[in-house]
């Protein structure tokens, strides 16, 4: 039955062939849309029949499932192998689930589009990448999905290629594939170096042997130098894919792709990559307290620092973007105290409801006919019913307010933070859910609420066609409901002792890291734990309600006094703090006056050519004269034949 | 080893031998009379005519081709005829698919007009 | 018994078919495409065969020294080993791909000849004994039939003086280099008689040879056989030859007939090399032959890509680079270790694809007069025929040794089998040749892609080629992108 999970990735893959290869001749839209929804919609049901068996089969071991031997080079041998366990199913199931819905609503937001099956053919591509990135069962196949997941994310940010897109030094959609592509090498450049590392040091990729090693020689490793190394590297390859500081940059950028891209690739599935990527080798960061520092430092800082700047955007994407930059330094906030499970539930949970606000995003674009600046809106409440109520139900869930998916995963990250004994993080991250609930409030007012801001003679929105709302209403379902998955022991410990059922699922996975880290389930109750929670319900309420405040009166009266009082802090934030003008001074321009001056006019004019120009004239020359041996006559031949007879022999008589 | 190759030597000194004797014997005893038929080029008995650079018809040259492959194919058969009995059944089934092989040559040969003179 | 019945039918197949083709070339009358079809048919048939006895118990070709008397049905003077079964289905493989892509090719400059089918075959029956030689009479028949059937496919655009003028070339250079390789055998036999491999490489391991003979045999053998793969000082003829015979020709002998003299260094070297290493009698060390070989080697790849540079036409230039190709598939030999004969093998594998394909390409443009093959003429070639650019793109890739392309792993296993065995200067001196090889290769490219033409090559009709042309392409795109698929076969023959 496991081995079923060659399927997941081959659906895609085929749907992938048949639509980039025939795609032109299909000219029906229709049919290319089915064609890659049923891959993946066929993914997402394997995925789901592994599920029911590795939950009914209570699988200790992963299993691994041999497709075939991909390189053989001596000793060194890498498989196309995947991984079941409950670490791979769950990702596949939400990258197959939510991906389904998306590409179901695709087919709606790219109608008329001229490369229809283009996109189709790119989205395909992803899944079937991202699928290798959390199915594989060694570091390779997985830096195959990760390459490859960069490769369809810079396809699909660059879609639509010839359309304006502004940023800083950035007029094209072009430019913005290029600056996530480029970011993301860098990060690349991490992970492959650990992996390098990996490789010599333990002689193998596979996860279950490294982890198997490790967790065989914990005192060794303990806080060694190789295993922070490794897991620093590694986490530079993380906060690349996963837009964390310092390589945040390029997500905002990356909206410039379709809005449905924003919300698979950019929101729900492969920022996510870099958590699974320290979810996977738990055990080899639990064995770095100063990786796992920095992890959680990192994430902490992220966190704080997207959510100031989500404040103040009036991008209806831009401000998702950073929200979601945001929600990520949450996961690794939790991944760095050591809550590896909070971090998958809650990417979990962010899958549903950032997936669905990308979604209604899109479906609020589609009606103002690509308006996308939400000063510009207003009152669409009216005109797009079902988008405003899915979009309200997302936006309660990432408020964190009670009962909502979003309540339950950010508390258990709050939480963890807290019992873990680093009181700033948790600060900071309390006062991030806080803007968090503030800026998203401040989204929905702007954009449902109040008055309409736009001509209303000449736009007319309307509300989007059924396979745009669908995807929108399950993806509401899940937004509301998907917290239940995770109740905390101190809300559920009355009808069980152990409620938090994905704790549970995921236990045979963590087990080894948590034995490192001295970490057990839960099982008392803390008053403290109480009061916090309802800490956080309170600020959720409390900013939702200022936001409420602040926009809801015709002029945004209070919003503008304080923002022309703190001019300073006003610019700061919304010119993102100018990193990005940062990294191109210091870094960019420098490298570039670097290499004109000095590489490109001196060392590779003058050096370089110089060398390659004269070895290239030499060895013309040389071949002009050998070409002359050649004289075209057989007695020559002959001769030189048997001159290289005489000496061989001669050698010989000379060895002997 | 070299003893059993003694008859061998013998015959070759004496081949040798009366070879070398005999050319000696007639140069001494003979008598020289030098005739016109004599000191031309032998030619059967032909006299001689025209250059011996002429161009020959490419005709001879099949002819020729197909008498030594047909021919020398016959060298290999005098040691299985006389050796037959010994070698048994399995070398008299060799010699047919090596006859039937070389009739399938001689049958090409023979459709393909390379034995037709026009 | 039973068993070495199926273990033996390519070797009879193909030797039937032999027969019966020119059989049916006498009475087949003017109707050519009967004999083209069972040519085929006939390749097929042995590639099929050799196919099931690779699922058959076949035995494995380890050590000539391990195997006794085995093979009853055939006296001993052939193995039937999975490696030679497997260069049965290269070999009928390569026949195949020639003949399709010949039949278009040949009646567009010329008469089509029945017999060229036959020849093809007969040549091909030639590399099957070949393949299964274990007497070294039966190695050199092999070799004979092979190199006769090319002397006349060189020359058979006979009224083309360049044609007969590389039949000549070849044929007198070719019998001459024969005389080597018997003398050498001569030797062998005096040093050990005995011309059965693994007798002789029992005797070897037992000291029972004379080693002066044994010696000078060796390295006679050895420089006939490097006459047959075209390596320095003995690879003059090649350029000539290639050029000069039919495209289509040059594509079958310079990778089927390389393949098979190729193996033939295999088998000599299995028998008679590694047992010489720990030998008290030895007169000469296995290092000194593998010396020797590691310098013609290094200096064939060099003369062969140095002079591959300053070529202008597209035929020659591939001529000279498929000498260089023999001297990578000599480091090979020159390891001596099980990854050196893998890595040979897949080098012959995927060099038949990608040099088959580009010389394919090449027939399919030519002139009637094959005038235009020059690099001019291949300019802005992907305006005109943009597929048949892209493919010769991919080989050209392929034969510069470019991943994720066949040619890549080619020379990956041979360069590392090289170092394996202490030959890195010869691996850097591949490196270098490599380097100097990409130069031409990329230049047709740049010819193709990058430059403008007034007066292009006419839109080429494929026909027949184009099934070749296409499984080409798979070969050099399958064993770029998994070359494990023929690793774990030769480690499941091996």
């Known amino acids: 039955m496991l081995e079923m999970i060659q399927f997941v990735p081959l659906f895609p893959l085929i749907g992938f062939l048949i639509i980039g290869l025939l795609g032109k001749y299909l000219k029906n839209e229709k049919l290319i849309g089915t064609i890659a929804s049923t891959a993946v919609g066929l993914s997402f049901i394997v995925s789901v029949l592994l599920f029911i068996n590795v939950i009914g089969s209570h699988l200790e071991k992963p299993h691994i499932q041999n497709v075939f031997t991909w390189i053989a080079a001596g000793s060194f041998k890498v498989n196309v192998s995947y991984q079941v366990d409950q670490l791979s199913v769950l990702f596949s199931l939400i990258i197959t689930g939510v991906g389904f819905l998306i590409h179901v609503y695709s087919i709606g937001y790219m109608h008329g589009d001229r490369s229809f099956y283009r996109f189709f053919a790119y989205l395909n591509l992803f899944i079937f990448m991202m699928l290798n990135l959390v199915l594989s069962s060694n570091l390779l196949l997985t830096f195959l999905g990760w390459e490859g997941v960069g490769l369809s994310s810079y396809l699909l940010i660059g879609f639509w290629y010839d359309r304006k897109f502004e940023g800083t030094r950035i007029t094209w959609t072009g430019d913005a594939a290029n600056k996530a592509f480029i970011v993301n090498r860098i990060g690349d450049f991490g992970f492959l170096i650990a992996m390098f590392m990996i490789f010599i040091n333990f002689n193998t990729l596979e996860y279950q042997a490294i982890s198997d090693s490790l967790a065989a020689n914990e005192s060794f490793f303990m806080n060694s130098g190789l295993v922070t190394a490794i897991a620093l590297l590694m986490f530079l390859g993380c906060t690349g894919k996963s837009a964390q500081i310092p390589l945040a940059v390029w997500l905002p950028d990356a909206m410039a792709g379709p809005t449905p891209v924003s919300a698979l690739i950019h929101a729900a599935t492969m920022v996510t990559a870099g958590i699974f990527l320290v979810a996977r080798n738990s055990v080899l960061f639990s064995l770095s307290p100063t990786a796992m520092t920095v992890v959680a430092v990192i994430g902490v800082l992220t966190a704080f620092f997207a959510a100031t700047i989500g404040l103040v955007q009036n991008d209806i994407k831009k401000v998702l973007a950073y929200s979601t930059v945001s929600q990520l330094g949450f996961m690794f906030a939790a991944l760095g105290v050591g809550a590896f499970t909070a971090a998958i539930f809650h990417v979990m949970t962010h899958a549903f409801f950032k997936g669905l606000l990308f979604l209604g995003s899109g479906s609020v674009i589609h009606g103002m006919h690509e308006e996308q600046n939400i000063q510009k809106m207003g009152n669409l409440r009216k005109y797009m019913p079902i988008t405003y109520k899915t979009f309200y139900i997302a936006s309660l869930a990432i408020a964190g307010v009670p009962l909502f998916s979003g309540f339950f995963s950010k508390d258990e990250i709050l939480w963890s933070t807290f019992s873990h004994g680093s009181y700033i993080l948790w600060g900071l991250l309390t006062i991030s859910a806080f803007m968090t609930a503030f800026y998203m409030f401040r989204l929905v007012n702007l954009t449902f609420h109040g008055e309409e801001r736009f001509d209303k003679h000449h736009l007319h929105p309307h509300e989007s066609p059924k396979t745009m709302t669908i995807p929108l209403m399950v993806l509401a379902v899940l937004s509301a409901l998907g917290g239940f998955l995770g109740i905390p022991y101190a809300l559920g410990f009355w009808f069980s002792d152990h409620p938090n059922l994905l704790e549970n699922y995921l236990h045979p996975i963590f087990a080894n890291a948590n034995h490192i880290l001295g970490k057990h389930a839960h099982t008392e109750v803390h008053l403290i734990e109480y009061l916090l929670m309802a800490l956080a319900t309170a600020i959720a309420i409390f900013a939702i309600y200022i936001a409420n405040k602040f926009y809801s009166d015709k002029t945004f009266k209070i919003p503008n006094k304080l923002a022309a009082n703190n001019k300073g802090i006003y610019n700061m934030l919304f010119n993102k703090y100018k990193l990005d003008e940062f990294y191109f001074k210091a870094i960019v321009d420098s490298l570039l006056a670097l290499s004109t001056s000095l590489l490109w006019k001196v060392v590779d004019i003058k050096v370089v050519d110089g060398i390659v120009n004269g070895a290239g004239k030499t060895t013309a020359l040389v071949s002009e004269s050998l070409r002359k041996i050649q004289t075209g006559i057989v007695q020559n031949y002959a001769m030189l034949m048997m001159a290289g007879i005489v000496a061989i022999l001669a050698w010989i008589l000379f060895v002997i | 080893m070299i003893e059993t190759y003694l008859p061998l030597i013998i015959m070759l000194v004496f081949g040798f031998g009366i070879a070398v004797v005999f050319m000696l014997l007639s140069e001494w005893l003979g008598a020289r009379r030098f005739t016109p038929g004599k000191v031309s080029t032998y030619e059967s008995g032909m006299p001689p005519r025209g250059t011996a650079r002429e161009r020959f018809s490419v005709k001879f040259y099949m002819i020729a081709v197909s008498f030594i492959v047909f021919d020398v194919e016959v060298v290999f058969m005098y040691p299985w005829a006389v050796q037959l009995g010994t070698l048994g059944i399995s070398a008299f089934i060799a010699m047919m698919f090596f006859i039937a092989i070389l009739f399938a040559g001689y049958f090409w040969e023979l459709r393909k007009g390379g034995l037709d003179w026009d | ?494």
């Not at chain 3, 030797?15 to 069972?38: C, E, M, P, Q, R």
């Not at chain 3, 058959?56 to 490696?83: G, R």
């Not at chain 3, 280099?177 to 037992?206: D, H, P, R």
């Open chain 3, 1 to 494: 018994m039973n068993q070495e019945v199926f273990l033996a039918m390519p070797v009879f197949l193909i030797s039937a078919f032999a027969v019966l083709i020119v059989v049916l070339d006498a009475v087949s009358g003017k109707n050519k495409t009967i004999n083209f079809a069972f040519g085929i048919f006939s390749l097929l048939a042995t590639a099929g065969a050799a196919i099931y006895t690779l699922t058959l118990q076949v035995p494995k070709l380890v050590n000539p020294a391990d195997y006794h008397d085995i093979f009853t049905i055939t006296k001993n003077t052939m193995v039937f080993s999975s490696y030679s079964a497997y260069f049965d289905i290269l070999f009928s493989l390569a026949g195949i791909l020639t003949m399709l892509a010949s039949r278009s090719f040949i009646s567009k400059g010329y008469h089509e000849y029945k017999e060229y089918y036959s020849i093809i075959i007969l040549a091909v029956a030639g590399m099957v004994y070949i393949s299964h030689a274990n007497n070294l009479l039966m190695l050199f028949i092999g070799i004979e039939l092979m190199s006769i059937m090319f002397y006349i496919l060189s020359g058979y655009f006979r009224q083309r003086i360049e044609s007969v003028e590389s039949a000549l070339k070849y044929f007198l250079l070719g019998s001459f280099a024969s005389g080597f390789l018997l003398y050498g055998m001569a030797l062998v036999y005096g040093a050990t008689s005995s011309l059965e491999l693994n007798v002789i490489a029992q005797f070897i391991a037992k000291n029972n040879f004379n080693a002066t003979y044994l010696t000078f045999g060796i390295a006679l053998l050895l420089i006939g056989l490097s006459f047959k793969i075209a390596a320095f000082p003995f690879h003059q003829w090649a350029p000539d030859v290639y050029q000069g015979a039919p495209t289509t020709v040059t594509a079958f002998m310079s990778t089927a007939g390389k393949a098979a003299a190729i193996f033939s260094f295999i088998i000599i070297a299995k028998a008679l090399m590694p047992s010489f290493t720990n030998n008290a009698m030895r007169l000469v060390s296995t290092e000194t032959m593998q010396m020797i070989l590691a310098v013609l080697s290094a200096a064939t790849m060099l003369i062969g890509n140095i002079t591959a540079i300053s070529q202008k036409n597209i035929k020659r230039m591939l001529a000279y680079s498929s000498v260089a190709h023999a001297g990578y598939m000599l480091m090979g030999v020159v390891a001596n270790n099980q990854l050196g004969y893998d890595g040979i093998i897949f080098y012959a594998t995927s060099y038949l694809f990608m040099q088959i394909g580009a010389f394919i390409v090449l027939s399919v443009l030519e002139n009637k007069d094959s005038s235009n093959i020059n690099l001019d003429n291949f300019t802005g070639l992907r305006k005109s025929n943009p597929y048949l650019a892209a493919l010769m793109a991919i080989f050209m890739f392929s034969l510069a040794g470019l991943p994720p392309f066949a040619g890549f792993f080619g020379k990956y296993y041979l360069f590392l089998a090289a170092i394996q065995s202490g030959y890195t200067w010869l691996t850097i001196v591949a490196v270098i040749s490599s380097v100097i090889s990409v130069y031409f290769y990329i230049g047709l490219i740049v010819y193709m892609f990058f430059k403008d033409s007034d007066n292009p090559i006419a839109k080429a009709e494929l026909k027949l080629s184009s099934v070749s042309l296409f499984v080409c392409l798979i070969g050099v795109l399958l064993f770029g992108f998994f070359p494990s698929l023929l690793m774990n076969l030769y480690a499941i023959i091996k």
